[in-house]
Each structure stands twice: as structure tokens, then as C-alpha cells.
């Protein structure tokens, strides 16, 4: 019997970063949402220990790899260990999101291997244990276990649920080439030697969640790694006016890039955001609908 585990890619709505701490990590006070691009994950019985990823057409796996250094079999012996058993099982990994693109798919693939082991091991690990073993993983491997709308701090790791009623629409528009997370975040300390110690707090994306008004919440999205994403690229910047003009309420970078998303007023303003910049050549436009759940067993 194997078991199927299905895990959503993520979006900042807010992301305050602060300056960098002595162990190297930058303070962050951050609103993840999951969305609705994912990453699909077979585990099935086996002797070994072994991973295999293939993806979607819209993505580019040649980055993913298939040794030790994949993250799915960091999360399959980080749980055995925690259980005393050997970490034996066959992973299958469908990538849909979109692969060093700041939309968190390689803490989704850890999520959803510490749900799928979990299961296919039959073991009765608590929900705290589960999240501080995703916590060692990666910092935005919790948030994929929770999923919805949740707020981070620490390191992002910290992770509280947000009340979020709201339906939001996204259109998704991911580059060619990734960008390194560690590059961007060096850019952000020279770029910013002046930042706070503190992040700067979440609270108006969260009034404006509360309100259920996309215009609100368009006004009051943030991202501190957008300056250091785009001055190292500067065709985001590009892409984000073109996806304004086209009609979205509000153009972002995710996380640390290259992806940007575009928030929408509706899902026809996001299905008409979507096919205009389509047809300004962009080779991959998504559109997801927000927020999603957690990494979960699918039947
Ligand atoms: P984040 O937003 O969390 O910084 P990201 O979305 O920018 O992450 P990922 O797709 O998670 O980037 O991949 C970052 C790097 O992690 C990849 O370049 C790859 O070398 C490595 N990696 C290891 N395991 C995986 C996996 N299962 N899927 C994707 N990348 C993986």
C-alpha cells in the first residue's frame, strides 16, 4: 500500500526581515499564505531509501536532486531517527511548483515526506513533535505542514494561524532561472546595513486580511527581499509594472524571487490578468486560488 501526500506552495503576504542575527539567520515577522500550486508525493513500501522527481511541463526539476541532498530523504531520516526505526521507503515526487522559485517547493516536498512516512510507518508522532522536527528541516518547512494563512517569526519558524476568511485570487508568473535564497538574503545586508533589529510587524497586512477586501489587502502587501530580488534582476521590476497595467490590484515578488505574484480582484480578473500577460510572451502564467491547505494524505 502507498500512500499519496499532496503539499501547496506558499506566498508572503508580508515578509519583514530584520538585521541579520549573530548566528547568521535574519529575524523575520512574516504572513505565509498556501496557494494552490502543488507538489504531489508517492511513497510506497521498500527496502532502500530512494527519491525520484518528475515535474509538470511548467517546471524546470533539473535543479531538484536525487541524492542525499534532496530534502524529502532529510525529512524521511530526521522522523526515523525520532522513531528508532530504519528510514526505508520509495518517494515519487510530481513537481507543480516552481523549482528555487521563492514559493517554498522544497518545504513542501519536506512536509509532505514527514506526513507520508508518518502514515506509511504507522507511527503516533505528536503534531508538536512534527513541527519542531519540520523547524530543523527548514524554517519554512512548518508553515507547509499548517498550511492556510499563518504568521512566522523567529526564523519563520514559529508559526501561528491567522483568521482568514477571505477567497483570494493569484496569478503566478515564475522565471527561467532561479534565484538562490542565501544570494538574495546577502543582498538585503548590503543593500540594508541600516536595517531594524526588530522585522517590521505584520499588522497591517493582518487588519486587512481580516477585511475579506482585496484592494485592502493589495495596499498592505509586503515583501522586504522585493528591493534585493529586483536589483539583482531587474526584469521583475518589469514584470510587475506590465501586471499592474494589465489589471492586477498589486504585483509582488514571492519570498525571495525570481516569482512574482500578482493579486487579483476576482477569478475573472485574475483569468484576464493572466491571459494578457500570456500574450506579452511570459512563457508560464499561473493562477491559483488562495489560501490551500497543509501537506495532506489524499485518498
Ligand atoms: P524558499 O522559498 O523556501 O527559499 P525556493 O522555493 O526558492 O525556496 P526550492 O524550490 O525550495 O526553492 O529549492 C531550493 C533548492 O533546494 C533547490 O535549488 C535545490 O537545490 C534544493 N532542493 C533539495 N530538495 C529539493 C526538492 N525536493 N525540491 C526542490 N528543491 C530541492
Given at each position: 500500500m502507498s500512500v499519496s501526500v499532496r503539499a501547496a506552495a506558499k506566498i508572503n503576504l508580508h515578509l519583514g526581515v530584520g538585521r541579520a542575527r549573530a548566528d547568521g539567520f535574519h529575524p523575520l515577522d512574516t504572513v505565509y499564505q498556501a496557494i494552490g500550486l502543488h507538489d504531489d508525493l508517492t511513497l510506497s513500501p521498500a527496502e532502500g531509501l530512494t527519491v525520484r522527481t518528475d515535474a509538470a511541463?511548467?517546471?524546470?526539476?533539473?535543479?531538484?536532486?536525487?541524492?542525499?541532498?534532496?530534502v524529502v530523504l532529510r525529512a524521511a531520516r530526521l522522523l526515523a531517527e525520532h522513531a528508532g526505526r530504519p528510514a526505508t521507503g520509495a518517494f515519487e515526487v510530481r513537481k507543480g511548483i516552481p523549482v528555487a522559485g521563492g514559493m517554498a517547493g522544497g518545504s513542501a516536498d519536506a512536509a509532505a515526506a514527514l506526513v507520508a512516512c508518518h502514515r506509511l510507518w504507522g507511527l503516533d508522532t505528536s503534531d508538536e513533535d512534527l513541527l519542531r522536527l519540520a523547524a530543523d528541516l527548514g524554517s519554512d518547512i512548518p508553515f507547509s505542514l499548517v498550511g492556510g494563512t499563518a504568521r512566522g517569526r523567529g526564523r519563520g519558524e514559529l508559526v501561528t494561524p491567522v483568521d482568514d476568511t477571505g477567497s483570494w485570487w493569484w496569478v503566478a508568473v515564475p522565471a527561467t532561472e532561479g534565484l538562490s535564497t542565501p544570494a538574495v538574503y546577502r543582498h538585503f545586508d548590503v543593500l540594508r546595513p541600516?536595517?531594524?533589529?526588530?522585522?517590521?510587524?505584520?499588522d497591517p497586512v493582518l487588519e486587512a486580511l481580516a477585511t475579506g477586501e482585496p484592494l485592502r489587502l493589495a495596499r498592505a502587501l509586503h515583501n522586504d527581499l522585493q528591493e534585493p530580488a529586483i536589483d539583482l534582476r531587474p526584469e521583475l521590476g518589469d514584470l510587475i509594472v506590465r501586471g499592474e497595467a494589465e489589471g492586477a490590484l498589486r504585483g509582488l515578488v514571492s519570498g525571495s524571487g525570481p516569482t512574482v505574484v500578482f493579486l487579483c480582484e476576482s477569478a475573472e480578473g485574475a483569468r484576464e490578468t493572466g491571459l494578457a500577460l500570456d500574450g506579452a510572451g511570459y512563457d508560464v502564467v499561473l493562477t491559483a486560488t488562495a489560501p490551500v491547505a497543509g501537506a495532506h494524505v489524499m485518498p
Open positions: 511541463d511548467h517546471v524546470d526539476a533539473g535543479g531538484v536532486p536525487d541524492g542525499e541532498d534532496n541600516d536595517a531594524p533589529v526588530e522585522p517590521p510587524p505584520a
